[in-house]
T-cell receptor, first 114, second 116 residues
Framework: DAGVIQSPRHEVTEMGQEVTLRCKPISGHNSLFWYRQTMMRGLELLIYFNNNVPIDDSGMPEDRFSAKMPNASFSTLKIQPSEPRDSAVYFC????????????FGPGTRLTVT | AQKVTQAQTEISVVEKEDVTLDCVYETRDTTYYLFWYKQPPSGELVFLIRRNSFDEQNEISGRYSWNFQKSTSSFNFTITASQVVDSAVYFCALSEAWGATNKLIFGTGTLLAVQP
């Protein structure tokens, strides 16, 4: 079975542009998580979904960030407008909710905002 | 509040040495899970182990072993006979066992460098 798939793997954009990150979770998993990793702040949970419903978005830094999960096999994280401080590696992870915390991570998207 | 502390920021060892990565956690829950994840230089995060707070038995998997001590709120990770391929950042994490959420609280990570 394929692991968590993220696209793009690298994204370079200019400040003010819209950025959309994509994630396909592992088939059968019903929880999906978006994380951001930076040197300064480490791994931060941005938002997570159970059964396609957002459960906790308290980690979303501000209104410029939004996430959707229209179905069990696809999620997006959008930043509009992007700022240089959004530069980070964004990870998507999925799990089967009953397997508490056993999350499987995608390869990440390295975002650079100039 | 839940918290995970990995006091060791960086550790450097020579190949074949044993190394222990420390993890101390805080939680008010009586039931919880503990985890270790590995992040090699390639960047992906790899799940290594999950431990239920009810189960304090130590676990061994090949060269890896984990020591869970509830009395000291610690969940330490030992690599025996380290190899260069073990070089990575290792994260300890905690999650609650019940309720609607299954979010992970991560420590800040320990960078392990294994020199040949």
């Amino acid at each position: 079975d394929a692991g968590v798939i993220q696209s793009p793997r690298h994204e370079v954009t200019e400040m003010g542009q819209e950025v959309t990150l994509r994630c396909k979770p592992i088939s059968g998993h019903n929880s999906l998580f978006w994380y951001r990793q930076t040197m300064m702040r480490g791994l931060e949970l941005l938002i997570y979904f159970n059964n396609n419903v957002p459960i906790d978005d308290s980690g979303m830094p501000e209104d410029r960030f939004s996430a959707k999960m229209p179905n069990a096999s696809f999620s997006t994280l959008k930043i509009q407008p992007s700022e240089p401080r959004d530069s980070a590696v964004y990870f998507c992870a999925s799990s089967f909710q009953r397997n508490r915390g056993e999350q499987y991570f995608g390869p990440g998207t390295r975002l650079t905002v100039t | 509040a839940q918290k995970v502390t990995q006091a060791q920021t960086e550790i450097s060892v020579v190949e074949k040495e044993d190394v222990t990565l420390d993890c101390v956690y805080e939680t008010r829950d009586t039931t919880y899970y503990l985890f270790w994840y590995k992040q090699p230089p390639s960047g992906e995060l790899v799940f290594l182990i999950r431990r239920n707070s009810f189960d304090e038995q130590n676990e061994i998997s090949g060269r890896y072993s984990w020591n869970f001590q509830k009395s000291t709120s610690s969940f330490n990770f030992t690599i025996t006979a380290s190899q260069v391929v073990d070089s990575a950042v290792y994260f300890c994490a905690l999650s609650e066992a019940w309720g609607a959420t299954n979010k992970l609280i991560f420590g800040t990570g320990t960078l392990l460098a294994v020199q040949p």
